[in-house]
Antibody, heavy 118, light 111 residues
């Protein structure tokens, strides 16, 4: 069965960086992309970006360009999302999810809570 | 301010039918990009509910249905059950932004 297992919660200070991992299993890793979606406390969903597990192509929202980087490790079927220059409004649950070809996601990770606080 | 507009809340009694609207623009839903819906139960990750406007993944009851017309889409839930109480989000692609957009979410309360 498809599983996406994310790394544990993080607490960071403003200006720091965080790197969250998402290990995939139960399917052919390179056949799907991975998207990241975040949810601030009590708020809605926000798209953080997409990466192809096949060739590493990425697409990020304009508001996060320059601060977010997504990478893959095909040897371990793991995707990483790094967010730099953290601000308090980056505090959120970060989800990775399997992308079906750039249109929607069909399986989600359990989420990683990133807290940015001085 | 979300690019896709949803009502903040809807409610209905058990057994009733409710609909949740998702209004976009000519750069997303109106540009013929598909609409997808997710259900998020309290304290859990979202779950795919409807994909490509009106398709249900395996395991989703046929009480849930989606439709799309013009710059809007709708999610309909018939035969409401207590377990349907959740937040619902629509999602599409926006050509002006070059990426995904979500609605602000709708909280469904089963009375």
């Amino acid at each position: 069965q498809v599983q996406l297992v994310q790394s544990g919660p993080e607490v960071k200070k403003p200006g720091a960086s965080v790197k969250v991992s998402c290990k995939a299993s139960g399917y052919t890793f390179a056949s799907y992309g991975l998207s990241w979606v975040r949810q601030a406390p009590g708020q809605g969903l926000e798209w953080v970006g997409w990466i192809s597990a096949y060739n590493g192509d990425t697409n990020y929202p304009q508001e996060l360009q320059g601060r977010v980087t997504m990478t893959t490790d095909t040897s371990t079927s793991t995707v990483y999302m790094e967010l730099r220059s953290l601000r308090s409004d980056d505090t959120a649950m970060y989800y990775c999810a399997r992308d079906t070809g750039g249109a929607y996601v069909d399986f989600w990770g359990q989420g990683t809570l990133v807290t940015v606080s001085s | 301010q979300s690019v896709l507009t949803q009502p903040p809340s809807v409610s209905g009694a058990p057994g009733q039918r409710v609909t949740i609207s998702c209004t976009g623009s000519s750069s997303n839903i109106g540009a013929h990009y598909a609409v997808h819906w997710y259900q998020q139960l309290p304290g859990t990750a979202p779950k795919l509910l409807i994909y490509t406007n009106n398709n249900r993944p395996s395991g989703v009851p046929d009480r849930f249905s989606g439709s799309k017309s013009g710059t809007s889409a709708s999610l309909a839930i018939t035969g409401l059950q207590a377990e349907d109480e959740a937040d619902y989000y629509c999602q599409s692609y926006d050509t002006s932004l070059g990426g995904w957009v979500f609605g602000g979410g709708t909280k469904l309360t089963v009375l």
